[in-house]
């Protein structure tokens, strides 16, 4: 039984499109989370959520946009693709929003621009 | 200067070696200490876990933390072809974890 869940697992595009990522756990965690990898493995946080509240947005273009209906549920909207946009997004979650908390990671999508 | 610095190898031992893994990092901030691994195509699941300076050890691994130098490390006793990954060390500050940008380790038979 999946503990954290994201589809698709390869997602192929072009540029301009907007695309969507889906991440669902069973955890029962309160904290949820948004990762990109890029090409030379360096994982970088983008959002956080703890329960259904948004408390990490670093840097990123707001033409990423997350949403999360529930705490259970963390999704990934990305409009108007770019090439750059290119990587492996991991979704985690983890019981507390601290950052000692242990993250559990989804298996990632990979995402390609072309 | 990166907050989280790790070689990113590749390190490519022989089978039942000794391995050493090493991050070192700037922010005093940090407080909680974690290495990942990562097989091919799979997310980072969590090794190692502490948050006091020591050795930490479990089964065949060891986490060190050395606070005062702001070094730590992982090291993998009698390492088998199946520990072939990614290592990511990972800190923990009160709000985030900062991630090292892993060091890929094979393990050769």
Known sequence: DTAVSQTPKYLVTQMGNDKSIKCEQNLGHDTMYWYKQDSKKFLKIMFSYNNKELIINETVPNRFSPKSPDKAHLNLHINSLELGDSAVYFCASSQARQGGSPLHFGNGTRLTVT | ?109
Not at chain 2, 12 to 22: C, F, K, M, T, Y
Not at chain 2, 67 to 86: C, E, G, N, V, W
Not at chain 2, 92 to 100: A, D, E
Request: with cysteine.
């Open chain 2, 1 to 109: 200067q990166k907050e989280v610095e790790q070689d990113p190898g590749p390190l490519s031992v022989p089978e039942g070696a000794i391995v050493s893994l090493n991050c070192t990092y700037s922010n005093s901030a940090f407080q909680y200490f974690m290495w990942y691994r990562q097989y091919s195509r799979k997310g980072p699941e969590l090794l190692m876990y502490t948050y006091s300076s020591g050795n930490k050890e479990d089964g065949r691994f060891t986490a060190q933390v050395d606070k005062s130098s702001k070094y730590i490390s992982l090291f993998i006793r009698d390492s088998q072809p199946s520990d072939s990954a990614t290592y990511l060390c990972a800190l923990g500050s009160y709000q985030k974890v900062t991630f090292g940008t892993g060091t890929k380790l094979q393990v050769i038979p």
